[in-house]
Nanobody, 116 residues
Framework: QVHLVESGGGVVQTGGSLRLSCAAS????????MGWYRQAPGKQRELVAT???????NYADSVKGRFTISRDNAKNTMYLQMNSLKPEDTAVYYC??????????WGQGTRVTVSS
């Protein structure tokens, strides 16, 4: 079992920055893909970015060049640096850590609001 806790959300003006954190505990030795997802009001949850155990990253087109996903293995923590935020980035952001057998674990979410 893996327990994930997100933090770092808040209210920021257009063009501002936030850094989200996802701290993990539990059986994290067998995780191969970690990612950030978001869900805006009235919309489906969508992928924002992923990072593999080897460090390969992938981003949604909407955030490329503005967001950076990273991880600190020593701290069992994953981050999402979000720059040049736009109102359309407003959403609840969730972290997900997935095992090779596709069993995934979700955090409780952290809310990001970008005001225009």
């Amino acid at each position: 079992q893996v327990h994930l806790v997100e933090s770092g959300g808040g209210v920021v003006q257009t063009g501002g920055s936030l850094r989200l954190s996802c701290a993990a505990s539990g059986s994290i030795f067998n995780i191969n893909v970690m990612g950030w997802y978001r869900q805006a009001p009235g919309k489906q949850r969508e992928l924002v970015a992923t990072i593999t155990s080897s460090g390969s990253t992938n981003y949604a087109d909407s955030v490329k060049g503005r967001f950076t996903i990273s991880r600190d293995n020593a701290k069992n923590t994953m981050y999402l640096q979000m720059n040049s935020l736009k109102p359309e980035d407003t959403a609840v952001y969730y972290c997900n850590w997935r095992r090779p057998d596709n069993i995934g674990y979700w955090g409780q979410g952290t809310r990001v609001t970008v005001s225009s």
